[in-house]
Every structure is written in C-alpha cells, then in structure tokens.
C-alpha cells in the first residue's frame, strides 16, 4: 500500500544544529489532556506533567551548549524557547558547516528526540499502554528580539489563555 508522504515543515537546508532561539511546540497524541490541568488559571502537574518537567530541565544537562530559556507545560501541549550556544570545540568564528566540525553539535531534532523518547520510557514505567507525544513537533527559529519577546509572553500567558484554545 502506497501511503501520502508526511510533508515537512522543516526549513530545506537551514542547519537546525546553528546557534541561535528555537521556539518548539509538541502536542500530546490526539491532543490528550496527559499533564495536569488548569486550576485558577494555573498549570497543576500531574504525574505525567511532572515527567516532561523533569526531562525538560534536564536538557542543558545532556547537551552542554544547550540552553532552556523558557517553557509551559499545558494539558495536552508544551511550549519551550530552547538556545543552542557555542561548541567549544569550534572556534566562534567558524563558518563550516556542522558535518564539517571536529564535534558537531546537537540539532534540534536530535534534542527532541532523545526528550521525546526519554519522557515515553518513564511513562511507560507508570502505564506501558500510554501514547504520549504526536509523531512531530512545530519549530520556528527566532529571528530578532521583538519576536523573542512576544514568543516568551505568549508562553507565560498561556494557561490564562487555556479556556480559549480551540483544541482544549
């Protein structure tokens, strides 16, 4: 059986491993309401909620030019700016490409990946039957600072924004 092809949203030939501010989102499958709920306006973790949470500030543990600026755990989604800084085994002015550095750096895929499938493993230890995540994510690359900071307050508002969003 011949199945449609999953389109890309990724940029054709950007280099997702580049310094710079990455705003993901990633949805739980079907868009369940996994993590917690919205109290008073107010994220509550759940035990699942509180899983992301910890693989999420985990993050800079794992990957040592990685940075996690900002994020919210929702019920059935998580918003992040995450930075990917220097390689320090790449002089800062280096133009070569990743494949071409003597350590690459972690993408961005790589990165979600490995969150992705670490959160689903600590799931599964609660429930073997739980499907957490959606098959891809949304990414968007930051650009100048005037997005940067409508990006960071959109994911500090969103929970006051819970009872409006079209999916909850």
């Given at each position: 059986?011949?199945?449609?092809q999953r389109k890309s949203i990724r940029l054709i030939s950007?280099?997702?491993?580049?310094?710079?501010?990455?705003?993901?989102?990633?949805?739980?499958?079907?868009?369940?309401?996994?993590?917690?709920?919205?109290?008073?306006?107010?994220?509550?973790?759940?035990?699942?909620?509180?899983?992301?949470?910890?693989?999420?500030?985990?993050?800079?543990?794992?990957?040592?030019?990685?940075?996690?600026?900002?994020?919210?755990?929702?019920?059935?989604?998580?918003?992040?700016?995450?930075v990917i800084g220097p390689n320090p085994y790449t002089p800062?002015?280096?133009?070569?490409?990743?494949?071409?550095?003597?350590?690459?750096?972690?993408?961005?895929?790589?990165?979600?990946?490995?969150?992705?499938?670490?959160?689903?493993?600590?799931?599964?230890?609660?429930?073997?039957?739980?499907?957490?995540?959606?098959?891809?994510?949304?990414?968007?690359?930051?650009?100048?600072?005037?997005?940067?900071?409508?990006?960071?307050?959109?994911?500090?508002?969103?929970?006051?924004?819970?009872?409006?969003d079209c999916y909850y």
């Amino acid at each position: 059986m011949d199945l449609p092809q999953r389109k890309s949203i990724r940029l054709i030939s950007y280099d997702y491993s580049s310094i710079g501010y990455y705003f993901i989102t990633i949805c739980t499958h079907n868009r369940q309401h996994l993590f917690g709920s919205i109290i008073c306006d107010e994220m509550v973790l759940n035990k699942y909620g509180k899983i992301v949470q910890q693989d999420l500030s985990k993050i800079p543990e794992r990957f040592y030019n990685v940075e996690l600026d900002k994020y919210i755990i929702m019920p059935n989604h998580i918003h992040f700016i995450i930075v990917i800084g220097p390689n320090p085994y790449t002089p800062l002015n280096s133009d070569r490409p990743a494949t071409e550095r003597s350590r690459p750096f972690p993408t961005i895929p790589k990165i979600l990946g490995l969150f992705k499938s670490g959160t689903t493993r600590k799931a599964h230890e609660l429930n073997s039957k739980i499907i957490i995540w959606q098959k891809s994510y949304y990414d968007h690359i930051i650009r100048n600072e005037q997005e940067y900071q409508e990006i960071w307050k959109y994911i500090d508002t969103n929970p006051l924004l819970w009872h409006d969003d079209c999916y909850y």
